[in-house]
């Protein structure tokens, strides 16, 4: 079993920036790739980066050039730091993690405001 905590969530002005935190506990041995997510009210969760276990990274292009996604290993932590920040980027952030099967974090909601 593993369990994600997300943190770091608020609520900033467009243009601003947060940083969140995701941090792991439990079967940590066994995770291998994590990722962000997001939810949009009235919107499907949507994947914001992924991270490999040795530090490949992806993007969705919508948020390419802003966010970046890290982890650090001996922390147990991945970490998405999100910069200019645009109204639409509001929504519950999720923390994913692969480890024999998908676990998901609670989220930590993001408000951006015009």
């Known amino acids: 079993q593993v369990q994600l905590v997300e943190s770091g969530g608020g609520v900033v002005q467009a243009g601003g920036s947060l940083r969140l935190s995701c941090a792991a506990s439990?079967?940590?041995?066994?995770?291998?790739?994590m990722a962000w997510h997001r939810q949009a009210p009235g919107k499907q969760r949507e994947l914001v980066a992924h991270i490999s276990n040795g530090g490949n990274t992806n993007y969705a292009d919508f948020v390419k050039g802003r966010f970046t996604i890290s982890r650090d290993n001996a922390k147990n932590t991945v970490y998405l730091q999100m910069n200019s920040l645009k109204v639409e980027d509001t929504a519950v952030y999720y923390c994913?993690?692969?480890?024999?099967?998908?676990?998901w974090g609670r989220g930590t909601q993001v408000t951006v405001s015009s």
């Open positions: 994913l993690a692969l480890a024999g099967r998908v676990y």
């Open positions: 439990g079967s940590i041995f066994s995770i291998g790739a």
